[in-house]
Each structure stands twice: as C-alpha cells, then as structure tokens.
C-alpha cells in the first residue's frame, strides 16, 4: 500500500509537528522526511522543552513525535505530563525510539501514546502511522 | 603497537565549527565583496580619466590606498580566523590516552590516577591529532618505568597511588605539554651504563641525558615488554615534536619524578609556502624553498656525461646530476638550445639533483591549493597555487621528483596525446598562447594503479540498505555523533571505575550508550547495536543495583566500547562481527536481561479458547440486555516495521472505541509481554450490527495493514 501517497490526501496544507529528540542529526533526518511530506517541523531537545513550546502552540501543532531517551525530560514524563496538561487537546502523539521492547512500548501506550516507531524508521513506517493517527480521531 | 594504529584511525578528516566563527567569515566574506565593488568602481573612474586624458584623479589615490589597507586587513582577518577555526581543544585528545593508561596499570599492577591541566588549551587540529602516539608513548614510559609498583611506593614514603599530570598551557607563541609522574625518576648513572654497554655511546664518554634517551634503538627496559622495550619511543616522540618545530626538554630527579615538557610554536600559516618560481616552457612552477640548495645558470661547458647517469655538473665537489623538469614530468624535454642552461639544485632528504628550466622568476609566497585526492593526477605535483599577476602554477612535490629522477619511483607511463588534463592551465595561462596538446606535461593518468587507489570507492551505494535511507551527510552526522557519543561513554565508564558510587555517572553512560545505540541502528550496523543492546542491558542491571562495578566488569564493558568505536571507525566497510567471548561473557552477565526469540513470540490461537472472568460474564450480560451484539473477530495483518505486538494492542485500542473487548486471543496480558504474533482473535460487544462491524473493520483496515478479517456474531453462552 502506498502510504506516502494516500498521505498527501490527509494533510492539510500548514500541518505542523513538534519533533522531540536529543539528537540533532536524528531531528534533521525527521525534519528532511517530514518536510517531504509536506509537514511543517519545530523542534525540541528534551521533553521539558517540548512541553513549554507545546503550552504556547498547541493550537498550531497537529502532530507530536518523540524520542523515550532523553536527558532533563524523558520521554516516559513527557507522555505523563503532556496527558495531565489542562491545555493539551489529544494532539496525537507518536513515540519513536530503539527503545523497542515490550514493556517500554506498552508503558508509552498505557501513558497515552497513540502509536509508537521503531527506530531506524522510514518514510513508508512515517507515513503510514501519521495517516493512522491523523485520520482517528 | 596494535593500540597506536587503533587510535591513529579514529582521527577524521572532519571538524566542528563554531557558528560565531561562521558569523565571521560570513562578516568577512561581505567586506571582500564590499572592497571589490569599490575597486571596480576606482577602475572605472581610472579609465574615464584616461579617456579623456586627464590626469589620475587624487583622490581615487587615496581610494586606492583605502582598498588597499582594507584588503591588507581583511586577509589577516581571514587568515587569523582560518588559523582559530583550525584549533581545537586538547582535551579531546588528551581523552584518548586516558584507555591505554588504565589498561596498563591494571596490566602492570600500578595504581595510577592520571590528571589533565588545562584541557580547555587550544591546539592545532593538525597537531592534536599527531600528538596522540608521542604523548602514549611518554605515558607508557611513566607507568612502565616511572611509577613504581604501589608497595614500593609505600616504603618508600609516598602515597600508594602513583600521579601523572598532562598539562597544557598556552604562551604567547607556542604551546606548552608537559608530561609529569611522581614516580622514581631516571638515574643518570644506570642510563649511561646502558648506553655503554648497548654500544650507543663509547664507554667512558658522556652525553646529555635527553639525546641519550631520544637515540633510534636506545632501551632502558630489560626485556622487551608489550608495553616498552622495543627501543621505540622517545625517538618517535622527538621526531614528531621537531616536525613541528618544536623542542623537547627534560627535567628528572631520582626517587622524585620525571617532567617532559614539550614546547611546540603556534602555526602561522596555512599552506602557504615560501616558493621560488620558475617558468619550464610554458609551464610555471613552484618548489618549497626550503628544498632548494641553490639556483644557478651553467654553460655547456660545465657538464659532462656518464655512461649511466646521463649528464652531470659538479656543484661545491658534489656530482649534481642534471634532470629536465618537464621530463621528469613526462613531456617534452626543453630545447637545448640556450648558451646558458638555468639549473635549480634540489634536495630531498640526504640527496640532491639539478632540474633544468627555461627562467628564474623569483621568490614569492604562495597558498598552495591541494589537488582533490580522489582526482587522478602526478604525485610529482602537489597542488596549483596564484602566482604574481593572477597567473596559475604548478606547486612540485621535490620528495616524489628526486626519487623519481633516482629511479626509486617511476613516472606512470604516458598517456594520449589528446588527454590533455589541468596541466595545460598553467602554460596557457602564461602570455595568452594556448598550448598544443603536443606541448602539454601529462601527469594525468586515469589508469595507473597508484592513483586508482586514491579513488574512493565510498558513497551511499556503499552502505548497508538500513543506511542508504538517509543521505550521505546524514549518515556522516550520525557517524560523527556516534564516534563522540561513544568517546564520552568510555570516560563515563573509566570515571565510574575510579567512583562507582557516582550514579551520575552510570547515568550518563547509559544514555551516551543507548543514543549510540540508536545510531548504530539508523546505520544498519546490527551486529554492533545488538551488541549495544545487551550493554544496555548490563548498565540498567548495574543501575538497578542487580551487578557490581569490577575491574572484570569494566574491561568487559570497555572491550565492548572499543568494539563498537572500530565499527564506527570502519563505516561504511563492514567490520567483522563482535568477538564471541566477548558476546558470552556479556550474555551471562545479563542472563534474565536477554531478548526473548521472536519465533517464541508466536502464539498459537487454534485450539484455544477464551477465557471470561465472573466480572467479564456480567460485562457481557448487561451489553445483551442494551442490545448489543457479541462478535468473534478474527484478524491477520502485517505489522511491517513495527512489532506485532504492537500493531495488535493498538487494534485492540481501536476496536475499544466501537465496543467493549471482553477477551481477546493471545490475552491482552501476553501482548503486552510481547507475545504476539500477526493475528489476533477478539471476542468484544458492540451497538454495531454485523455490517457495522464490517464497515469498521475495513476502515480499520487501512490504517493497521490487515490482511484477512472476519466476524462471527457469538453467543458465548451455551447451553450445558
């Protein structure tokens, strides 16, 4: 199934995600895959920084990618905090990380991640759990 | 030995800039523009004046000379900027040593604490990565012969643990290492004896200790050791300090210590070289001065041939053997026909040749532009440079001419005449003739071995396929993180081992471990982030307290570090896969903590039925009673790069918004264990009818990839 071409269907022009990483090649390499599906890219390095820009612009943010493994914040409180924010509005929020085994994938699920990508991903991986995400309410 | 090459290769050709540095050049690169603009307009107001026959307006003079200044100041700027750009922190090198240190005083039985100074010192890229061999090799010598076993150092009064102190500072022109142990010095005596008796110096004469010590072969140790004894060393550490220009001091008391300071000048410039030039026919040159003996014009008379060694002249009673230039680089010798023959004596190493030319042009200093490597061209010239008058040149390489005009290296045989290559450049550009492709020097050679070689065969086709979904300077980037990730991992460990306490620390590695996990996994390297993997799972059972930091453990650990800095050393050629034992020990260190076998992670659905709880029955009762139905759906999909387990708890969730999962096959709690494979059987309530729940299913379908469904309505209570 092609994902990346049922997506471009799904996705509003001025779509915007907050990606949430340490690393700042891996946020390139998210910002470069997502732009190409023509989603707009802010960026944060940790989960604290994530949830004070989230506080501002949760209205213009469609979308939240995060790493699990980061310092200050990680991404395990972030999920926490984020679903306890009076302001967050059930953006849909995706975590991407190596950190693949059971009980941390369902530990971010039971925190209220809507899906979770393994690292490496790809664009197909990307675009395929995006349009899942976007499309359920 | 095999450590000195292992950290030579970690040295790369890339460096950090500092955006403010970036800021300048970009400020700079502005005032260029500026300054040029102004010449043009200067240009253009000369020549209408001279149209017009009037005299040189005085104040485009003073213009001039405006311009002039600002261009004077901007290349100093550039240049003072390149030469800060090029600095990096010595601590980064420093950091390197500080592995082999601790291997070998657990090797040696010393306890050493190894201290840096001055860390944040800025040296020269170029020096700091040269530097790594000479300052080992002044470490291994202080733990080896300096620092004494620790009861030895207790009876003698000192504390048991031994001290070596790298420190750096910066003086005004040159920057200053010094190497200091606390250990039992070096006994003038005993080393004079060596000398003696190893026929290094005459018995009975004397020399400075230092010279002594830096002699090519010169030993201390009595036997030849892993560690020392080869009678390498100090000599390897002199020669590297003059390559710099630098000096090499000693200071040493017996039963004190020992002090090595190293003072190396700062660089001035970069590549540029003080140059004599010259013109061979068309062609402009330039060699390095400093390889230049002396230039000088001979008349025929002054040369005479030898049966095997062609023409010859003798210059100072040495035999100076005569060696056009443009034959050596394979073209057409000049022709002879001049009554004076320009010949510029050269000198590489201890031996010298005359090269014939057409002219002197004189000294000058040039930047020399290296050739791009992967570029085919005559390792007799080094690069091209501008010279006087925005005419470019050729800069030689005096080492490879001399040994080719000896014998040693051969010219690459020559090519087609129509396969003119860069060389024709230079000549054209000398007094606007063009140049027949008869007349032009061809070093260019594409199908000669040597040069086959510099071609890199490294790209995106290269890597692996998990790689090549990311462009080449992705895939650099995360290189370049890993190698620092995994730098700081390792002195997060060598930092835990001297503190075990510090939980900071284990921390700290285990995040610099796990991103460079992440790393190794974007680049496809899966041996090694398995390998990674299973480190973490040590560092979380250390974290957890379920392990203790041993020296046994920490080898372990630092073996693996290494193991995973030579695959990032190696990328994109593949390394060879971690060494089983060290894959064992780390297994039975981690036993419980083991990923379990995906084929164990099937589960199998036939034959199995559900399970209801007395609370679910209820659940189950009161949703017939609303009217709602009961189904048994069964699902396949493909999880694609996601786990299955995954993929099926999300179903799950999904199926949740439309009714109410009662139970579900393998159990929610086995997915959650991971225990899942591609389908699921699901026994849920819901308002829908049997389209209904079709409809949702094929929406479902979509976004989750399912392969088959169907849907059975259900009563699940029978009658017994």
Redesign the interface.
Known sequence: MDYIARLSSIIAPGTRALVIDDSATTRRIFRSQLESLAIEVAEASDGKEALEYLEREIESTQLVLSDISMPTMDGFEFCYRLQQAPWYDGTPLVMVSTQSDATSVIRVLKLGADDYIPKPFDQEVLAQVIGRVMTHG | MAKVAQLKTQSVDRMHVRLEHLDTLLGLAGEVIITSANLQELERRAQTALARHEPFPEECLNAIKTSNEASHRISQDLHDLVMAIRLVEIGDTLRLLRRPVRDLSRNLGRDVELIFEGSDTMIDKALAERLVDPLLHMLRNAVDHGIEPPIERTRGGKPSQGKIIISAVDREHATQICISDDGRGIDETTVLETAWDSNHLTRGSRAPLLDLLCRPGFSMATSVSATSGRGVGLDLVRSVVEEFDGKIELETEPGKGTTFKLMIPKLRAVNIVDALTLRAGNGLFALPIEQVVASLGIVPAQIQTAMDQGKYFTYQGQVIVLHDLRELLGSEPLPRDAEQLSVVIVQSRSDRIGLVISEFLGPQKLVNIPFDESLPHDPGVAGTSVFTGGRLGLTLDINELVARALGTNRLPASTSASDQGFLGIGAAGDAGTTVGPSDALEPCRADCPEIQKTVRGQGPSGLSS?AS???EA?VS??I??LRSGLQKLQDALLSLEASPQETDLLNEAF?RL??A???L??L?AEAA?DLAHHLETMLDFLRADRLEVTPERMDLMLDCVSYLSSTANAFPNPISPPPPELVEKLHSETKTGT?SDPAENQVELIGRTFELSPTLQLQVLSALKRGEHTFETYLTFDS????P??VA??IL??LG?YGSILASLPSVAEI???KCGTAIKVLWSTPLDEAGVNETLEALS????LIEYSSIPTTIFRYE
């Open positions: 998990g979904r990311f462009d992705d980037g995360l370049d993180e995040r796990h991103a996990k992440g790393n996994t974007m496809a982030a990923k694609g790069r996601q786990a387990f995954l708890y999300l969730r999904r918004l959650e264990k991971g979509t976004h989750h990839n």
